[in-house]
T-cell receptor, first 111, second 118 residues
Framework: GQNIDQPTEMTATEGAIVQINCTYQTSGFNGLFWYQQHAGEAPTFLSYNVLDGLEEKGRFSSFLSRSKGYSYLLLKELQMKDSASYLCAVSLNTGGFKTIFGAGTRLFVKA | GAVVSQHPSWVICKSGTSVKIECRSLDFQATTMFWYRQFPKQSLMLMATSNEGSKATYEQGVEKDKFLINHASLTLSTLTVTSAHPEDSSFYIC??????????????FGPGTRLTVT
């Protein structure tokens, strides 16, 4: 079966750094995505990792370890607008390269 | 570039009626489109993979006779919820892949359609 786990909720302070972890067990792997989703809106793309290591993009960084089935999203210099759900998703190399999503982590940024 | 639109944005219908949702890739050709459903405070659940010119592939537990998917062109896929019931009320989101881009791995999401069945 396919399984993606991430914490349900996290709270952090404005200006701080927060790390959102994701573990996965899937049959077939073609990369891991992180998406941001505000309530009532569609997800927006943040990052994509297919090789091990850290990808940095501005205030957001994403890390992948394929051998451990593990990824994290690192958000620096948190802003209030970063309060949202963060979805970890795995692209499978089967079934038309479909993508399956974790349950999402709701991040609350407080002043 | 890489814009996906959905229509309608929201719809209210009576129980027992059918509702059609359109998903269009506006500036690229999408050989594959995906349909997701999202209930409040839950993540996206993949319903089906839609391939242009062929039958859709449904995920386990999704009734293909209830959720009719048509992908007649490279820019349009439709999802029809037949004989809708209140439990079908949800946020339906489509996404499309542009395999012609260097970033062909990326999915582009539509803005979603909120369906309420009364």
């Amino acid at each position: 079966g396919q399984n993606i786990d991430q914490p349900t909720e996290m709270t952090a302070t404005e200006g701080a750094i927060v790390q959102i972890n994701c573990t996965y067990q899937t049959s077939g792997f073609n990369g891991l995505f992180w998406y941001q989703q505000h309530a009532g809106e569609a997800p927006t793309f943040l990052s994509y990792n297919v090789l091990d290591g850290l990808e940095e993009k501005g205030r957001f960084s994403s890390f992948l370890s394929r051998s451990k089935g593990y990824s994290y999203l690192l958000l620096k210099e948190l802003q209030m607008k970063d309060s949202a759900s963060y979805l970890c998703a795995v692209s499978l190399n089967t079934g038309g390269f479909k993508t399956i999503f974790g349950a999402g982590t709701r991040l609350f940024v407080k002043a | 570039g890489a814009v996906v639109s959905q229509h309608p944005s929201w719809v209210i219908c009576k129980s027992g009626t059918s509702v059609k949702i359109e998903c269009r890739s506006l500036d690229f050709q999408a050989t594959t489109m995906f349909w997701y459903r999202q209930f409040p405070k839950q993540s996206l659940m993949l319903m089906a993979t839609s391939n242009e010119g062929s039958k859709a592939t449904y995920e386990q537990g999704v009734e293909k006779d209830k959720f009719l998917i048509n992908h007649a062109s490279l820019t349009l896929s439709t999802l029809t919820v037949t004989s809708a019931h209140p439990e079908d009320s949800s946020f339906y989101i489509c996404s499309a892949r542009d395999l012609g881009r260097d970033s062909g791995y990326e999915q582009y999401f539509g803005p979603g359609t909120r369906l309420t069945v009364t």
